[in-house]
């Protein structure tokens, strides 16, 4: 058995989630004895054709190339995992999946017909069955090398399912909803972070996506509480995760002014 070979692939986004990877330095230097990067444009040009045994894919899908793209990177990997919010949830720019594409292209772009995009900006589940999905915007450094390390192990990663505020309790962070009144997302929030946000005294912004069976509708009245409107609300729950349904259903709960059932 020859040693396993690791991809990392880029679609649309802000390079930032491979930027974690490069920012691991000495436990890269450690995992590229271990493994043979095969594929990372990021840290350099030389390329292995594939198959892979685990492909990173960070970004979202957006353009009919990445359509391409992706079902083949999909096809010569063993193990692939989705990196990101953009690659888990479809990213900032799934804030398009709300308006006319068109109308925007028209007005960035001064020659729009040569712009070849679709309408909408999807995660890459959407499209090619994922493996696993590290979540994050970026990515937390600590949680990305326990996945790399279970795969050489031969086990399946750690990822937790639970909320932001598990996290808080667990590195003993006072909650600064309760003691300072500050609004958070921490509750609907899937972990992975280490509670970074609440750490430095700001509130979750939800950068993770919304944890498995969020109470949205609990929350609201609490944001509201501490002061957000439901414009505030809206952009919040319409940020990082916009392509997430449990998010974008807070935000249109927030606009009808939804109490809680």
Not at 108 to 115: D, E, L, M, R, T
Not at 122 to 146: K, M, N, W, Y
Not at 180 to 198: D, K, N, R, Y
């Given at each position: 058995m020859?040693?396993?070979?690791l991809?990392?692939?880029?679609?649309?986004?802000?390079?930032?989630?491979q930027?974690?990877?490069l920012?691991?330095?000495?436990?890269l230097?450690?995992?590229a004895d271990?493994?043979?990067?095969?594929?990372?444009?990021?840290?350099?040009?030389?390329?292995r054709p594939?198959?892979?045994d685990v492909?990173l894919?960070?970004?979202?899908?957006?353009?009919?190339?990445?359509?391409?793209r992706?079902?083949?990177?999909?096809a010569?990997s063993?193990?692939l995992v989705a990196i990101?919010a953009?690659?888990?949830h479809?990213g900032?720019?799934?804030l398009?999946?709300?308006?006319?594409?068109?109308?925007?292209?028209?007005v960035?772009?001064a020659s729009p017909?040569?712009?070849?995009?679709?309408a909408?900006?999807?995660p890459i589940?959407?499209?090619?069955?994922?493996d696993?999905?590290l979540?994050?915007c970026?990515?937390?450094r600590?949680?990305l090398?326990?996945?790399l390390?279970?795969?050489?192990?031969?086990?399946a990663p750690?990822i937790?399912?639970?909320s932001?505020?598990?996290e808080c309790?667990?590195?003993?962070t006072?909650?600064?909803?309760?003691s300072?009144?500050i609004p958070c997302l921490?509750?609907?929030?899937?972990?992975?972070c280490?509670?970074l946000c609440p750490?430095h005294?700001?509130?979750?912004?939800?950068?993770?996506?919304p944890?498995?069976?969020?109470?949205?509708?609990?929350?609201?009245p609490?944001?509201?509480?501490n002061?957000?409107?439901?414009?505030e609300i809206?952009r919040?729950?319409?940020t990082?995760a916009?392509g997430?349904?449990?998010?974008?259903e807070?935000?249109?709960?927030s606009?009808?002014?939804?109490?809680?059932?």
């Amino acid at each position: 058995m020859g040693t396993p070979t690791l991809a990392v692939w880029k679609f649309t986004s802000c390079d930032g989630c491979q930027l974690t990877l490069l920012d691991c330095e000495d436990e890269l230097l450690t995992l590229a004895d271990r493994v043979t990067i095969a594929h990372f444009t990021e840290a350099s040009s030389a390329v292995r054709p594939g198959p892979y045994d685990v492909s990173l894919v960070e970004g979202s899908i957006t353009t009919p190339d990445d359509l391409r793209r992706i079902a083949d990177i999909r096809a010569q990997s063993r193990i692939l995992v989705a990196i990101g919010a953009c690659a888990t949830h479809g990213g900032i720019q799934a804030l398009r999946n709300f308006a006319d594409i068109t109308e925007f292209t028209s007005v960035v772009y001064a020659s729009p017909q040569h712009i070849s995009t679709l309408a909408t900006s999807t995660p890459i589940s959407a499209h090619v069955p994922v493996d696993f999905e590290l979540r994050g915007c970026p990515i937390d450094r600590r949680q990305l090398l326990d996945t790399l390390c279970a795969f050489l192990a031969g086990r399946a990663p750690d990822i937790p399912n639970t909320s932001v505020c598990t996290e808080c309790k667990r590195r003993g962070t006072t909650c600064v909803t309760v003691s300072e009144g500050i609004p958070c997302l921490g509750p609907v929030t899937q972990a992975g972070c280490g509670a970074l946000c609440p750490a430095h005294h700001r509130g979750c912004f939800g950068c993770f996506g919304p944890m498995a069976r969020p109470n949205v509708g609990a929350l609201l009245p609490i944001l509201r509480i501490n002061g957000m409107s439901t414009s505030e609300i809206d952009r919040v729950f319409t940020t990082f995760a916009a392509g997430a349904a449990a998010f974008a259903e807070a935000a249109a709960m927030s606009e009808r002014n939804e109490a809680p059932a």
